[in-house]
């Protein structure tokens, strides 16, 4: 029997900044999507998702030269055909997990990560899949074969575990934190997030921001942009592109204050919440990702004595995270729920995806 899990993940600081090629730090968490597969005497990868009584079957033998760019599993099976990993046996396959769907915590891309998991332990075990070229598969799949509006930050968190300062360049370079985060809590607020319309314009508009101003600026530089000269280069943009562009420079200037502070000795958990704080600020003002009800869950945290809270993901709906001292994580729990969240919990670092 094959068995595979992948955690969900939390962006700490970074949202809506992977796709332009900036830096984030994310977390993987104790919410996992579980598989597990024992070889049958078929032709079909049967796949059973439990959680919603619903069966998938795929044909080994299928060349997948004409499919829907949005069937994730076959965009997988795509790439990695190319890496040589080619299924030769069907597999009774068994899929469940407790990651919420649709929430922002990154349960498809777990999924996508445990599918690929499956594939090159059971039809490439003699080759060399680490962590981070399971990431960059999943990237592959997701993001480049379906050319989706993503970046790297789910893919890379989930595979590598614990808390990453990704790159999300080209180069992909990241530091691991093998540090814990006490005090994190999700409130699900039960409204689905809005992932491929929200991430699909807000990209587009940050993408135009920066096209118009290196072509404005030989040597423009986002990564060099500080808030000395941010309304310089601002006041160059049309008036509906400034908001995505002072988004963008900001939110890269506090993932690097937070950067330094993950890099001390001791974690300072206050000073970690008000850069949260400040960062959904701007996600909640010059990128308007969230909603009331998300709103709602954010004062509610902050007002109970959480250190920090932020929506998570793309926008529209999904979770938000908190950090709260010890003394304070049950109280902040409970009126999430009385304020309509329709779950909250605290979670805790996991490792990343086990194969």
Same mark, same amino acid.
């Given at each position: ?22 830096? $984030? ?12 597969? #024992?070889?049958?005497?078929? &032709? ?13 079957? $795929? ?29 030769? *046996?069907?597999?009774? =396959? ?30 490439? !075990?003699? +080759?060399?899949?680490? *962590? ?13 074969? %379906? ?22 360049? @080209? ?8 540090? &814990?985060?006490?005090?994190? $809590? ?6 689905? +997030? ?8 807000? %990209?587009?508009?940050?993408? @135009? ?18 808030? @000395? ?20 420079? *900001? ?5 690097? +204050? ?13 000073? =970690? ?7 959904? #600020? ?5 990128? /308007? ?6 709103? !709602? ?29 010890? @003394? ?8 999430? +729920? /009385? ?17």
């Amino acid at each position: 029997m094959i068995k595979i899990k992948a955690p969900g993940r939390v962006c700490l600081f970074g949202d809506h900044q992977d796709y332009l090629g900036l830096p $984030i730090i994310a977390c993987a968490i104790n919410r996992h999507i579980y598989l597990e597969a #024992t070889p049958n005497s078929s &032709e079909l990868l049967k796949i059973q998702f439990l959680d919603i009584n619903k069966v998938r079957r $795929i044909n080994i033998h299928n060349d997948f030269k004409d499919y829907n760019p949005e069937d994730t599993f076959i965009a997988v099976l795509k790439v990695l055909e190319g890496y040589g990993c080619i299924p030769d *046996q069907g597999y009774d =396959i068994y899929v469940k997990g407790n990651i919420p769907i649709n929430a922002g915590l990154s349960s498809s891309s777990a999924l996508i990560l445990v599918w690929i998991g499956f594939l090159v332990k059971a039809f490439a !075990a003699n +080759k060399q899949y680490n *962590q981070e070229k399971l990431a960059k598969i999943a990237y592959e799949a997701e993001v480049l074969e %379906r050319n989706g509006p993503g970046g790297k930050m789910d893919q890379y968190s989930i595979a590598l575990g614990k808390i990453i300062y990704l790159e999300t360049d @080209e180069s992909a370079n990241h530091i691991t934190f093998h540090k &814990e985060v006490a005090g994190l $809590i999700i409130g699900e607020s039960g409204i689905p +997030k809005d992932t491929l319309g929200l991430l699909a314009d807000r %990209r587009s508009l940050a993408v @135009e921001a920066l096209t118009f101003l290196e072509k404005q600026n030989q040597k423009f530089n986002i990564k060099n942009i500080h808030n @000395e000269t941010l309304a310089i280069y601002s006041n160059q943009l049309p008036n509906h592109l400034k908001p995505f562009f002072k988004a963008a420079v *900001q939110n890269h200037l506090i993932t690097q +204050k937070a950067l330094l502070e993950f890099k001390k000795n001791a974690l300072n958990i206050a000073t =970690i919440g008000k850069l949260m704080n400040a960062h959904h #600020t701007i996600l909640k003002n010059n990128l /308007k990702i969230t909603v009331p009800k998300i709103d !709602a869950m954010i004062d509610t945290a902050l007002s109970n004595g959480a250190y920090g809270a932020k929506i998570v993901g793309s926008g529209g709906g999904g979770c938000i995270v908190a950090l709260a001292p010890k @003394e304070k994580q049950e109280l902040v729990i409970s009126e999430l +729920k /009385k304020v309509g969240a329709v779950n909250a919990y605290s979670v805790s670092v996991s490792e990343g995806i086990l194969l």
